[in-house]
């Protein structure tokens, strides 16, 4: 009997945690979210006319005022090589869904801006589901007992975010470079 306690108490505990891989469709997670390395990663460059001290600079000023804590863009960033390392967060929030609100938990992201002479790169990834002292996990997983269509509905709301992010930063870089010009 005492065995057989244990028996059902650890197939429970097996059973009620851990995460599954969610699915790859055309080099994207559930078909939404891009994938390179075997993470969730946007990058985009965009070419404009000013020099890498101009574009730094603003890069830097908007990564203060809209990636997450301001000290966190400020403490790694090199002017001498132009590139500025910063992590961000999208906040939880409730969607709509047939079944009632479901929470989408908050999100942290890291944030690579690269400046050069006339152009720079934007890298976002290593997104990350933030569960507060439960841990967190990356969103190219997904809990066991998730549905899959939730899942992607959690990942297309998350990307129309990110695109939003990163056109912020696309904006505000190029709308002060052409103000020095």
Not at 81 to 101: C, F, H, L, N
Request: with cysteine; net charge positive.
């Amino acid at each position: 009997m005492k065995y057989l306690s244990l028996f059902v108490i650890g197939l429970f505990l097996s059973s009620c945690g851990g995460f599954i891989p969610n699915e790859i469709q055309n080099g994207k997670v559930l078909g939404v979210m891009p994938l390179q390395y075997g993470r969730v990663s946007y990058q985009t460059s965009n070419r404009l006319p000013s020099e890498r001290e101009d574009i730094f600079r603003q890069a830097r000023r908007w990564a203060a005022f809209h990636v997450g804590n301001p000290s966190h863009a400020l403490a790694i960033s090199d002017n001498l090589i132009g590139d500025i390392i910063a992590t961000g967060r999208i906040d939880k929030q409730y969607i709509k869904t047939r079944s009632g609100p479901q929470l989408i938990p908050a999100l942290d992201y890291a944030a690579s801006i690269e400046c050069y002479d006339r152009y720079y790169r934007v890298t976002l990834t290593n997104f990350r589901y933030d569960l507060g002292p439960q841990g967190s996990y990356g969103v190219e997983l997904r809990p066991k007992g998730m549905n899959k269509n939730r899942v992607k509905q959690q990942l297309e709301i998350i990307h129309e975010q990110v695109n939003q992010i990163i056109n912020s930063l696309q904006e505000f870089i190029d709308a002060e470079a052409k103000r020095t010009q």
